[in-house]
């Protein structure tokens, strides 16, 4: 069976995989090593592009070694190697691209370019080669993305974000509430002793005839709030009430979509899609509309190398590959 090794590097994670998969055999994923940078981008509330790439150089080599070594598998037995090449940060882009057309070349192996977007896309299909037709949702710091997907490579986009996505919102509002970064994560923590109705947000768009997204609005109406109630706001109250807000604006907007589509399956992909709440809610919401959800492994929402070896594989078991004279796509398309 082919084995692919992937590398994601196209933000903060540095990430290493080995996915081994044949057609119309489960995959499995031998390998998943994550070198997270949390902690060193915490104390500037934010990504610092140089940052990242420079800890990206110093924690990729020992990541690739240390997954062939879980893997029990030599270099030699890799079959194509395969990166994050956009969307992304450029700087960072670079270091996990370079590395893997490197390695293809002196290998003399295929190189396979993978859209960061398409690999969160199909994670909910992880361990399987056979992706059935459904509507996804990506949802994560820098995107929310509504997409019809026919199969692997067949994608159609019906909606997206208009200015902030919905994990973005996410942290910028942890960071008016002094909780630290990343925010979603301690949004979703502080959220559980609140009520979430307790603040009255806007559903920016929520019933216009469109699929996209807008989330300003309701990052500023918190500011707002804020600034009115002069320190003396709830933060689990306000935290509770800013979350359903956008799980109500996710789950309308979702479900029209599965209803225009004819799509019977849902898939939820991205960082966000590991707030609990936002999970069960769509656990719910699906039921109640007779359609399947499909969730991505909580080890594969957040950027990982293993979901680029999965759609790496992907269009390795169909003949495709990258040439290595590819450039990165720091915002790359995916429809």
């Known amino acids: 069976m082919p084995l692919i090794l992937a590398i994601e590097s196209s933000c903060d994670e540095t990430a290493v995989a080995l996915v081994r998969g044949e057609e119309g055999e489960r995959a499995v994923v031998l390998a998943s090593e994550i070198s997270s940078q949390i902690e060193l981008h915490r104390e500037h509330g934010g990504v610092v592009p140089e940052l990242a790439s420079r800890n990206h150089s110093l924690h990729l080599r020992g990541l690739v ?20 090449t956009g969307p992304g940060l450029a700087s960072s882009l670079l270091i996990g691209s370079t590395a893997a057309k490197a390695m293809a070349c002196a290998c003399d192996k295929p190189f396979l370019g993978i859209n960061h977007l398409e690999g969160h896309l199909l994670s909910p299909f992880i361990e399987l ?32 974000t208009r200015d902030d996505a919905a994990g973005e919102a996410f942290d910028k509002v942890g960071k008016m509430l ?16 609140g009520n979430p109705a307790a603040y009255d947000f806007p559903r920016s768009m929520l019933h216009d005839p469109h699929l996209d997204f807008s989330f300003s609005g309701l990052k500023t109406a918190v500011l707002y709030t804020l600034q009115r109630e002069h320190g003396k706001v709830s933060v689990p109250n ?5 979350q359903q807000a ?49 969730t991505a492994a909580p080890d594969f929402c957040t950027d990982n190398a293993a979901m680029i070896g999965f759609a790496a594989l992907l269009r390795h078991l169909h003949g495709g590959s990258s040439p290595l004279g590819e450039d990165i796509h720091p915002n790359l398309p995916l429809a």
């Open 65 to 84: 070694e240390k997954a062939l070594a879980d893997a029990g598998v030599s270099m030699s037995e890799i079959d194509a190697f395969a990166a994050t």
């Open 238 to 242: 306000l935290s509770a009430s800013f």
């Open 129 to 160: 080669t056979a992706v059935p037709p459904h509507l996804a949702l990506i949802v994560s710091g820098g995107h929310t993305l509504l997409l019809d997907v026919a199969g692997p490579g067949d994608y159609r986009k019906l909606g997206g």
């Open 246 to 294: 956008v799980i109500e604006i996710l789950i309308g907007k979702t479900l029209r979509a599965a209803g225009q589509s004819g799509r019977k399956t849902i898939a939820l992909s991205g960082g966000v899609s590991l707030n609990r709440a936002l999970r069960d809610a769509f656990s719910i919401a699906c039921n109640r509309a007779g359609l399947a959800l499909a």
């Open 178 to 193: 002094g909780l630290p970064y990343p925010g979603g994560p301690e949004i979703e923590k502080t959220a559980r002793g």
